[in-house]
Nanobody
């Protein structure tokens, strides 16, 4: 079974930084696509950043230049470095994984973590 556990969320002031981590277990195929998604209360879930099985990243326009997605060499830990945070970034952030290597921001990932809350105050 694939399990994803996020950490690193918290409350920060606008302009601050956070680094989210996602530890994946049961992901035996290194070609999994992985990504970060977020959902604010009353809003739809949206893709923030993904990295496909070839290591190619994709970013939502709203975070481009501020957020960086990365993973370790074993692909068992996914990171999201978030800089220059804005109040609009406030949301529950979810880690996701899918065995389809070509998946990206707008695809329906199969596996999800429980989420970690990010709150940005002005």
């Amino acid at each position: 079974q694939v399990q994803l556990v996020e950490s690193g969320g918290g409350s920060v002031q606008a302009g601050g930084s956070l680094r989210l981590s996602c530890v994946a277990s049961g992901v035996t195929d290194s070609s999994y696509s992985m990504g970060w998604f977020r959902q604010a209360p009353g809003k739809e879930r949206e893709g923030v950043a993904t990295i496909d099985g070839d290591g190619s990243p994709s970013y939502a326009d709203s975070v481009k230049g501020r957020f960086t997605i990365s993973q370790d060499n074993a692909k068992n830990t996914l990171y999201l470095q978030m800089n220059s945070l804005k109040p609009e970034d406030t949301a529950m952030y979810y880690c996701a994984a899918d065995p389809r290597w070509w998946f990206s921001l707008h695809d329906d990932f199969n596996y999800w973590g429980q989420g970690t809350q990010v709150t940005v105050s002005s």
